[in-house]
């Protein structure tokens, strides 16, 4: 089971940068974030780290199957850590149970959210 965490926060850059102060040396870790930051991202200076920007909208209403496709090829990397950033917090109910119905049951441990 990967622990994943479901990244909530007002912006792309500030949800970046609280994965940035997540993520640990040497941990190989994955995260699907949602938008794309303003300027540099706080996530460049992390080669370990598997990263796929996802386009704002509602990744688990409009966007459900580029973020199955997506979060399927990065669990096939096998990372230690999973990040899920969040443009809109509004069905973040939704997505938690979407990860904990078959097969993403048995494939992410969610822990509590991450507030940027």
Known sequence: MIPTTLVLGPSAAARERAVA??????????????????GAGA???????????????????TGNLVLR??????LRASPQRLFIGLANAAHVDQLRSWLLSTPYDQLVELGPDLRA
């Open 43 to 61: 996530l460049d200076a992390w080669p370990e780290l598997l990263l796929a920007r996802l386009a704002p909208g509602c990744i688990c209403c």
């Open 69 to 74: 496709v997506t979060l399927n090829r990065l």
């Open 21 to 38: 102060t997540a993520l640990r040396p040497g941990e190989r870790s994955a995260a699907i974030l949602e938008g794309l930051p303003d």
